[in-house]
């Protein structure tokens, strides 16, 4: 099957007669094929000897949508796929059962590499920059994404812009999906990021470096945070904030307050941090589809983050440990 007929298949399951009606539906506008191997140690001469570990389809969005599903949630992941690689990404999301549509584009999507070094638990992610896209290219997500905004209730933007796009693509994305009556939970950096908050969004949220990157200095702790997020809801970027602080947690802010959420004591070492910030913002979007307030549904993504570190690489999370840590993430309104 060509990318032309299976582009063609995937597009039509979001036409009129796709009648699944998911609660969240996903965009990944730069996904990726995740490689990851293991060595013992990895070593500067000779030949380090690899394992394959595992291969999965990466990409914020698409990542977000795996675990909305494995939360018990309903999800479909709208994606760009190009090439060999896209084609291959769809069979793998296909056999992994996840609900999606892609877009077909000229360019190839990317591969990544995990390398993961048994001996030392350390991960090494090697990430590609990805496809450039066209201006008609990007025009098709969002003639995509228009056929679920208004019949779902939340939208997930998440993971990078890739090259060839506008700066204020996400910024469109914003404005389509308040018009179509749906909320918008964004999740990006770099300028796209600036773009979208200047549209506003429904939920933002950020770690430590795309704080800084809005902020121009370190977000050390809470009182960082919530200068930062102060300054979003104030000026309308967002009526939910949410800026995570690494091993201190995440600070949640809406309209009635700020709300300090202290990341749970681990059962275990940590391996990595990869997947932690999607893990979050699956969890977090679970619980507000399924009508939790936001700080409730925050602490379960604080859970969720610390749970993802016990795994190494990118490798999907434990839901029960995550479940487990969730009555462990102390909280503290001011």
């Known amino acids: 099957m060509t990318l032309l007929s299976r582009r063609q298949t995937s597009e039509e399951k979001a036409g009129p007669e796709h009648t699944t009606r998911p609660a969240i539906v996903t965009l990944t506008m730069n ?6 191997w293991e060595v013992d140690h990895l070593e500067g001469i000779g030949k380090n000897r690899a394992r394959v570990r595992s291969v999965a389809v990466g990409g914020g969005g698409i990542n977000v949508a795996r675990h909305v599903v494995r939360f018990g949630g309903r999800a479909t992941a709208v994606h760009t796929a190009g090439g060999e690689v896209g084609l291959r990404l769809c069979r793998l999301l296909d056999e992994e059962g996840i609900d999606h549509v892609a877009v077909g584009i000229g360019d190839d999507t990317r591969e990544a590499l995990v390398l993961f070094e048994a001996g030392s638990h350390r991960s090494y992610h090697i990430v590609p920059p990805g496809p450039r896209l066209s201006e008609r290219e990007g025009q098709r997500c969002l003639d995509v994404l228009g056929r679920f905004t208004g019949r779902c209730p939340y939208v997930v933007a998440s993971g990078s812009l890739p090259g060839g796009l506008p700066e204020d693509y996400f910024a469109t994305v914003a404005r389509h999906v308040k018009d179509a009556g749906s909320r918008l939970v964004l999740d990006t950096s770099g300028p ?50 949410v800026t995570t602080l690494g091993a201190l947690g995440a600070l949640c802010s809406t309209a009635d307050g700020h709300t300090e959420l202290y990341a749970p004591p681990l059962p275990g070492t940590p391996l990595s941090d990869a997947g932690a910030g999607d893990s979050m913002v699956a969890a977090l979007t679970t619980e507000l589809a399924a009508g939790e307030d936001p700080v409730s549904a925050c602490a379960l993504g604080v859970a969720t983050a610390a749970a993802a570190m016990l795994t190494p690489s990118t490798e999907p999370f434990d839901v029960d440990v995550a479940r487990s840590l969730r009555p462990l993430v102390g909280t503290t309104r001011g």
């Open 192 to 241: 796209a990021l600036r773009a979208a908050l200047a549209e506003g969004v429904f939920l933002f949220r950020c770690n430590r470096t795309e704080a800084e990157s809005l902020t121009g200095r370190a977000v050390i702790d809470f009182d960082d945070a919530r200068a930062l997020n102060e300054r979003l809801l104030t000026t309308g970027a967002a009526e939910i904030a």
């Open 31 to 36: 996904p990726a094929i995740d490689l990851c």
